[in-house]
């Protein structure tokens, strides 16, 4: 059932475009990472965002206590066992984010070319003449002239919701600022961002430790997503502090590039972290518009090359009020894909949307069409170029089961694996069919009572792109004999007979150990 694959680069007939696509049991190969909140926090919702192809559900700290974040991750569990579906959690912390308090909730109207004073006396109270923020060395941190940008939370980018300020003068803690635009300010919470200056504050701070520590040690987090990372020594502290926290040392920490400072650092914070998020939301507001295209490319391909997941935000920001996109954010997610992400992380869209369902389905049919015309030729041929020779052994092994998948045009990939290190190497020579990683539980004690690992590295392919978990019975070992191994196989094959992925006659490559031998073996479905 291997599906056509189209290349842009070749002539199609423009008819065709508007062929329906055929339904899949993988509606696409990227994955969807979800922000719950407000509007995407009940049983409901968080069912209908599974089956719509969320499959990491995102929990932000920067609102919302630990009860609120318990109770939505209560409903997300109920959600997971009644539609069987697999779904990761991430924790976002909060960083050195700098915010204005509005403790009354009023509505704040500035006007353009009027001063406004930004003070860290926070009882004072937030007005159009007076904006109290978190931060008491913001004066000491910018000078006459710097660029300060002020939006709600999860910024809407829009010049009647957000406000840019220039620093005009220092008075003592307070900062006086020329209004450049005006605008309305609502709600309790808004971000505070300053172009190209460095906070003197930790990435992890105080309150983020608490949180990892209590909520994220009793939940079991699959994702660490470091907000604000801005140097490779932020990852290493914060895979320190969660490697003291039992299981967490097995998290993944996720680091969030959103400054310059990220930015300069990146190839050293991508050596350290699992993945990286793309925050083009306060990266948009630090780099020079005709930029952001160009580092979100560079990252991905740098990204890729690693073998470590990226993931873009902020591709969908008119759908937190419309139910459709618009023509440049539908094209903006399918350039993302083409560049190569694995991922799409909805924040507003679903955290405070309208229509997170809806948004959820519909970045999920643009990956898809996308998919469809990704050259994974060149991109094998450039990954392969790229990783030299020699290749280590499990690497050429990974390349050969794609290109054998390729030739014979597989209609899935079958990986068997314990730690998920191959079926992610796999996945990232870009296959255009599904990897299945059957997930081997292994034995494990702690001196004081024995466990099973495998429910982490299962959960953790969940933000792979093209790659599909599922937990195999413990009583197989991921390295014994071929009679196991075949019990296991055919285990792993009635599943994806059963979701309608493969037919009579289609071929299936399989990746498996075999003792000290790794196998890459091609077998023919029969009737």
């Not at 990435?203 to 990372?229: C, H, M, P, Q």
Request: hydrophobic fraction near 40%; glycine fraction near 6%; charge should be neutral.
């Amino acid at each position: 059932m291997h599906s056509t694959h189209l290349l842009l680069e070749e002539p199609i007939r423009m008819v065709s475009i508007l062929e329906p696509s055929k339904p899949s049991f993988f509606p696409a190969m990227t994955k969807i990472v979800g922000t719950l909140g407000p509007k995407s926090r009940s049983v409901e919702v968080i069912t209908a965002c599974l089956k719509a192809g969320m499959s990491v559900a995102r929990f932000d700290f920067s609102w919302g206590d630990v009860d609120y974040h318990q109770e939505t991750l209560e409903n997300l569990k109920a959600s997971i066992k009644s539609t069987k579906k697999l779904c990761a959690v991430m924790l976002d912390t909060v960083g050195p984010e700098l915010q204005v308090v509005n403790k009354s909730e009023k509505a704040i109207s500035l006007v353009a070319d009027r001063h406004v004073v930004l003070t860290p006396d926070q009882e004072q109270e937030a007005s159009s003449d007076l904006l109290p923020i978190n931060f008491i060395g913001l004066s000491k941190s910018v000078k006459p002239g710097d660029t300060i940008f002020i939006g709600q939370y999860l910024f809407t980018g829009s010049e009647t919701t957000s406000i840019w300020l220039e620093v005009a003068e220092l008075k003592g803690d307070d900062v006086v600022c020329i209004i450049k635009n005006s605008a309305t300010l609502a709600g309790s919470l808004f971000t505070l961002h300053i172009s190209q200056i460095h906070i003197d504050l930790p990435t992890l701070t105080e309150a983020d430790k608490n949180v990892i520590s209590t909520w994220g040690v009793r939940n079991k987090i699959d994702f660490l997503s470091l907000s604000y990372t801005r140097h490779a020594e932020d990852v290493r502290k914060a895979r320190e502090f969660l490697s003291k926290l039992g299981d967490l040392h097995q998290t993944q920490i996720f680091a969030k590039i959103e400054n310059i400072e990220g930015l300069t650092h990146f190839d050293e914070i991508l050596q350290e972290a699992d993945g990286i998020i793309l925050s083009r939301g306060n990266l948009g507001v630090d780099l020079p518009p005709e930029k952001v295209f160009l580092f979100q490319k560079a990252a991905v391909y740098k990204c890729n090359m690693a073998g470590k997941p990226a993931v873009i935000t902020r591709v969908v920001d008119s759908m937190t009020d419309n139910l459709r996109p618009t023509r440049a954010e539908a094209t903006d997610v399918a350039n993302a894909i083409l560049d190569g992400s694995d991922a799409i992380l909805l924040g507003a869209e679903t955290l405070r949307g309208l229509y997170p369902v809806e948004t959820i389905s519909t970045v999920g049919r643009i990956c898809y069409e996308a998919e469809k015309v990704y050259n994974q030729d060149l991109y094998f041929k450039k990954t392969v170029k790229y990783v030299g020779e020699p290749m280590t052994h499990l690497e050429s092994i990974a390349s050969s089961a794609v290109r054998a998948a390729i030739k014979v045009k597989a209609s899935v990939i079958i990986c068997f694996t314990s730690s998920g290190r191959a079926a992610r190497l796999i996945a990232k020579y870009r296959p255009t069919m599904p990897v299945l990683s059957v997930v081997i539980p292994q034995l494990k004690t702690n001196q004081l009572r024995w466990s099973f690992s495998g429910a982490f590295e299962a959960r953790q392919s969940l933000i792979v792109r093209g790659l599909f978990p599922m937990l195999a019975d413990p009583r197989h070992p991921a390295e014994t004999t071929s009679t196991t191994n075949e019990s296991v196989l055919k285990v792993a094959l009635d599943h994806v007979k059963a979701s309608g992925l493969v037919m009579p006659h289609d071929r299936v490559v399989v990746c498996q150990k075999v003792g000290d031998d790794s196998v890459v073996k091609i077998i023919e479905l029969e009737d």
